[in-house]
């Protein structure tokens, strides 16, 4: 069964720093693009960032020059890079995975992040 299990979430106080990976149980190979995004209480679910299998990274506004995404392909993992959090940055943050095998869309259960002012 194919998997995607994030970790690294937790409780730092603004302007701290973060980093969370997320490991795909699946291979590289089968991955096209990978991407984090964020669901906080109340609201919709946001993108954060994404990353192709050519490297190309994009970012929302909001977090563009604070976050940075990147994957290791040898070690099947994403990562997100969080740096000079804020409180607004509060949220479970889930990876994704739009792979060549079906059913091509791979979600992970999230990992809390709590930013203290």
């Known amino acids: 069964q194919v998997q995607l299990v994030e970790s690294g979430g937790g409780l730092v106080q603004a302007g701290g720093s973060l980093r969370l990976s997320c490991a795909a149980s699946?291979?590289?190979?089968?991955?096209?693009?990978m991407s984090w995004h964020r669901h906080a209480p109340g609201k919709q679910r946001e993108w954060d960032a994404s990353?192709?299998?050519?490297?190309?990274?994009n970012y929302a506004d909001s977090v563009k020059g604070r976050f940075t995404i990147s994957r290791d392909n040898a070690k099947n993992t994403m990562y997100l890079q969080m740096n000079r959090l804020k409180p607004d940055d509060t949220a479970v943050y889930s990876c994704?995975?739009?792979?060549?095998?079906?059913?091509?869309?791979?979600w992970g259960q999230g990992t809390q992040v709590t930013v203290s002012s």
């Open positions: 990353i192709s299998r050519t490297d190309n990274r």
């Open positions: 699946l291979s590289s190979g089968s991955i096209n693009a």
């Open positions: 994704y995975a739009r792979a060549t095998i079906e059913p091509f869309d791979f």
